[in-house]
């Protein structure tokens, strides 16, 4: 029962930050300015995603430790910016850090 | 809503590598949450209705250590707060649809399906509000099943988290290098990363990842406009060259070219006001 609860209340939470501002959004004319924000969040959330994943550890603290993660990192960065192709640089980037964890 | 068959097969085939990866992850994250206490069913709609990797993992996470309800709930908006500014950065995508069509395109919003929809939104002209929405639920049906058939495996699977938590890195990686198309991005980018790993640290919270786009995407958009204002010739506004010139940047250029033709008849309409 009481984890019913803590479902559904975190479907709540979790159904609150994304339709209210896209609503208010996309019903109103929206400022220049805001678009050309807007441009640069997606790039700056994916970096943050990224740095935190490799860098800051589950107990938040910052770690330079992670190798294969760091080596597979620019391996994959490679490989995008060459095939362009989202599935070769996520399955590669599997192989990569498998191997790497498993023989470094 | 009339769909051709080619167009859902085109859009899935689109989708694809996104659920690709998220069968390990979804796995793992119903290994966790069974390990936390949930049964399949609650499983099962924990998935539809959160559809967050980050924050199913965070429920399993603290259900282990017998954290209260409360403190799960308010960590989980704090950490899902972050999509108040995807979503906003969607929203002018889809203007036209409607209130119903928005209620359910932001209820399975995520990371994953908002960057598959974004670079699409913003490299193909073709792509509409219903494909994107179709992209969100094949990854959301992927999702679910994984969580689903992970909280029935449960224990009796072994997976390797470090590993497994890196499809996404390797996904998010890829987005942001097809993102960056100017030296001015790419500086924005590592400022991001910066700002991440110190407010993280900081915080000892992921709030910090929301500070940090914040910061950054508002440094990157004062300083885009300081620089064409002040020095229209800065080298900071240089494309960063691609390997081959590919459609997509063709598509790209269209696009541009189409938005200055747009901006020019708006000024023209300003000067007739006036």
Known sequence: MNDLALVLLAGVAAFIPRYFPMLFFS?????????????????????????????????YAFSVGNIAAMISAVLVIVIAYFTRSMTLSVVLGLLLMWALTTFL | MKKEPANWLAVLKIAMPLCLSYIPIGLACGVLLHAGGLNT??????????????????????????????????????????????????????????????????????????????????TDKYWTPSNALLVEHYALYTWAFSNVVGSL????????????????????????????????????????????????????????????????STAGFLADRVIRSMAPGSSLLYKVRGPSGTRETINEQELTEERLLKEEQEKDKDHDHE
């Open chain 2, 41 to 122: 069913w609650l499983v099962a709609l924990v998935s539809l209705i959160v559809y967050s990797g980050g924050a199913q993992f965070l429920i399993a996470t603290m259900l282990t250590i017998h954290a209260p309800i409360s403190q799960i709930v308010i960590m989980l908006f704090f950490l899902e707060l972050r999509y108040a500014l995807l979503g906003s950065s969607l929203s002018h995508y889809l203007k036209k649809s409607s209130h119903k069509f928005i209620l359910g395109f932001a209820f399975s919003l995520n990371d994953e399906n908002y960057a598959v929809n974004y670079l699409k939104f913003a």
């Open chain 1, 27 to 59: 019903k109103r004319k929206i400022p220049d300015w805001f678009n050309e924000w807007m441009g640069f969040v997606p790039v700056s959330l994916f970096t943050a995603l990224i740095v935190k994943q490799i860098f800051v550890t589950s107990t």
């Open chain 2, 153 to 216: 495996i449960g224990s009796s699977l072994h997976i390797n988290l470090v590993i497994v938590d890196f499809a996404l890195t390797a996904l998010f990686l890829f987005m942001v290098t097809m993102q960056v198309k100017r030296r001015l991005t790419l500086l924005t980018a590592i400022l991001a990363g910066a700002l991440s790993a110190f407010f993280c640290v900081a915080l000892k919270s992921t709030l910090g990842i929301v500070i940090a786009t914040l910061l950054a």
